[in-house]
């Protein structure tokens, strides 16, 4: 038997109708706002997301599934900020009117170590926006962050904001935390140690016990709750929160919050739900002014965020499989088939027993999967009507063949 592979997951039937909401209600709550929708490749060049992402991630350093295929290295998509940078360059969209307003859809690769939450293949809903480097474009992704899931009835939301600063900024930040942490890097994980060189602001980050006691040490705390932002960082961050309190948006400034990826400068964000276990986190962005830049486009600002589907699903309330509206119930089936046509037609969906058993075993069938049965046997045929049974009360009336659709609602 061959079975599904670990860390994957059959979408099944029963479970499509929440599915096909989450992505129905991006359509509406996004373009509401004037984001397209954009549908970029599952593989691309390695390259860019050892760029793109950022070599010191564990997206790149342990997650992704990377191939080869005639000398060249691909990797099937673990994010999809980078791909959407791509195509942003490579489409010349810094050439169209800004700000470029995109959003997608679609699945994501990331190997790590499945659980309740966390898939080896999952998917992702996020939007991008390009252009803008105003605070403004800030408030308006994460407002359209809180809308998207105020539409599929989440509302217990916990939004952290904190701001990074620009290069600048970071650079004074990081030294600070390095010098302060020097003497404890023997306590710190090992992940943290790595981190220390490559990525000291994302040992911030760490989850592990043990390191995020000696965060909560006096000093350390001192360096990591410090102002270390210039004014014009400080002015925008400022700006963000305003605009947030003018939307109702209720949100709370977690200095330790300085997200996994490499390419954030100023406002990171990320939205826990309160009705998820340990995996809580289902919304990240941020802004990376300096991301189309690094990949090769003209300097473009930007700000997006990316929600897992997988944490969004098990979160959103499911409504039971609809019923069909009509079963066909009649041992003619040339006549049935005409029926059905018309039916459809007119928006009404509708099945019939394809092995055209008798009456009964066909009534009992639609009893059990729609809200009427439309009883076609010799009777109607020959008076050319329809009787249609009500499977909810049982009643049923008889009608003509001409007029019996304005009876099915
Ligand atoms: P985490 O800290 O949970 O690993 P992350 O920082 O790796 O999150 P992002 O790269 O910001 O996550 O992705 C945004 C969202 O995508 C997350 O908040 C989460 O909801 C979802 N997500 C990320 N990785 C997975 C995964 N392996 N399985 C399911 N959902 C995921
Ligand atoms: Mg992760």
Known sequence: ????????????????????????????????AGFNEIRTPIFEATELFARGVGDSTDIVNKEMYTFEKSERS?????????????????????????????????????????????QRQFHQVGVEMFGSAEPSADAEVINLAVKYLNSLGLNNLEIQINSLGCPECRKKYREAIKDVLKPYLKDLCEDCNFRYEKNPLRILDCKVEDCQKIFEKEEVKKVILGDFICEDCQKHFDDVKEYLSALNIPYSVNKLLVRGLDYYNRTVFEIKSNNLGSQNAVCGGGRYDSLVETLGG????????????????????KTPQNRLDVFVVSENLPETFKIV???????????????????KKQLDKAAKSAKYALILMDDELKSNTVTIKNLDTSEQIKVSRNEYISHIV
Not at 84 to 102: D, N, T, W
Not at 298 to 317: D, H, K
Not at 344 to 352: D, G, K, L
């Open 74 to 118: 691909l990797t099937l998509r673990p994010e999809n900020t980078a791909g959407v940078v791509r195509a942003f360059i490579e489409h010349g969209f810094s050439r169209q009117p800004q700000p470029v307003k995109l959003w997608y859809k679609g699945p994501m690769f990331r190997y790590e170590r499945p659980q309740a939450g966390r």
């Open 298 to 317: 003209q300097p473009t600002p930007a700000v997006g965020w990316a929600m897992g589907m997988e944490r969004l699903f098990s979160l959103i309330e």
């Open 1 to 32: 038997m061959i079975q599904a592979q670990k860390g994957t997951k059959d979408i099944l039937p029963q479970d499509v109708a929440a599915w096909q909401l989450m992505e129905d209600n991006a359509k509406k709550v996004f373009s509401l």
């Open 341 to 359: 046509n018309e039916l459809r037609e007119n928006n009404i969906s509708v099945e019939f027993d394809y092995a055209c058993r008798k009456f």
